[in-house]
T-cell receptor, first 115, second 115 residues
């Protein structure tokens, strides 16, 4: 099992540019979560999907953020246009909700720096 | 809604000394409790979880935690720490599989183990 795979590991971009973060969940998992981690706000849930359908996007900061899950093995988080305050580490996590013994499994994160 | 409070943002500790990280939660429903560890530049890894049963839970790397329902606490302990335990530790709650084990995190506690 390769675990949750995120790409890129690091992204540096200029303000105003579009940024796309990618995630491949663990095969067979039916929930996928996007979290953002900053020093000021800690770990915040942005959005989560069940069977590729967005369930709760109330944590998405504003319309500049969007997330998609076109199939069970791929999700993207897009920021357009990016701003310096979007600088953070973005984590993707997945789980198999039918089992209590499958808590969230996290990827290694994407460190985004917007200059 | 659930919330999690980690009372200590940083805990310095000498190698081979014991450590306790405090976690309190609030919730109007039954919750499941977790501790995750984050090593530098990595994602979060599960240390241990409480779902039901015995209130003393043992996890990986010699850590254990005790669920106290009356005090709504889930403190993490290790009797003797190693340099390699230097990391950030997160307490988290979920309402279980109804939300895909969606986690609400505390603010984290940074543990710095000194030789």
């Amino acid at each position: 099992d390769a675990g949750v795979i995120q790409s890129p590991r690091h992204e540096v971009t200029e303000m105003g540019q579009e940024v796309t973060l990618r995630c491949k969940p663990i095969s067979g998992h039916d929930y996928l979560f996007w979290y953002r981690q900053t020093m000021m706000r800690g770990l915040e849930l942005l959005i989560y999907f069940n069977n590729n359908v967005p369930i709760d996007d109330s944590g998405m900061p504003e319309d500049r953020f969007s997330a998609k899950m076109p199939n069970a093995s791929f999700s993207t988080l897009k920021i357009q246009p990016s701003e310096p305050r979007d600088s953070a580490v973005y984590f993707c996590a997945s789980s198999f909700a039918s089992s209590y013994n499958s808590p969230l499994h996290f990827g290694n994160g994407t460190r985004l720096t917007v200059t | 809604a659930q919330s999690v409070t980690q009372l200590d943002s940083q805990v310095p500790v000498f190698e081979e000394a014991p450590v306790e990280l405090r976690c309190n939660y609030s919730s109007s429903v039954s919750v499941y409790l977790f501790w995750y560890v984050q090593y530098p530049n990595q994602g979060l890894q599960l240390l241990l979880k409480y779902l039901s049963g015995s209130t003393l839970v043992k996890g990986i790397n010699g850590f254990e935690a005790e669920f106290n329902k009356s005090q709504t606490s889930f403190h993490l302990r290790k009797p003797s720490v190693h340099i390699s335990d230097t990391a950030e530790y997160f307490c988290a709650v979920s309402v279980g599989k109804a939300a895909g084990n969606k986690l609400t995190f505390g603010g984290g506690t940074r543990v710095l183990v000194k030789p």
